[in-house]
Every structure is written in structure tokens, then in C-alpha cells.
């Protein structure tokens, strides 16, 4: 029988809720800037578009 063990799991979701907006956009900008390149890569969204507007 083969099989493995799991050390690690990740979040199911990913919240900036005890950062900053200044985090929020530095994080993002990173992200968008390592998967440019990828054909695939067609950008990030934001799951509460007018929260993140009032923050702005």
C-alpha cells in the first residue's frame, strides 16, 4: 500500500482582514507581477469590490 502524510494545509481561502489596505495592495501587486507572464494569468479579483473602494 503506498500512501503519503499531509504536514501541511493550506487555508481554503486567503483574507487580509488584520492588514492594512497599503498590505492588500502591496501583496496583490506581487501576485500580479510573478503570473504576468503566464499566458493563462488573466488577472485578480476581488470577491467584495465595493469594500475594497471604500477603503481608497
Known sequence: M?????ERVMPSKLTFDANS?????KQTSVAENY?????FFGGLTI???????SFR
Not at 2 to 6: C, D, E, L, S
Not at 21 to 25: A, T
Not at 47 to 53: D, F, N
Open 35 to 39: 503570473f504576468c507572464d503566464f499566458d
Open 21 to 25: 489596505i497599503f498590505d492588500f495592495d
Open 47 to 53: 470577491h467584495c469590490y465595493q469594500t475594497y473602494r
Open 2 to 6: 503506498r500512501g503519503f502524510v499531509t
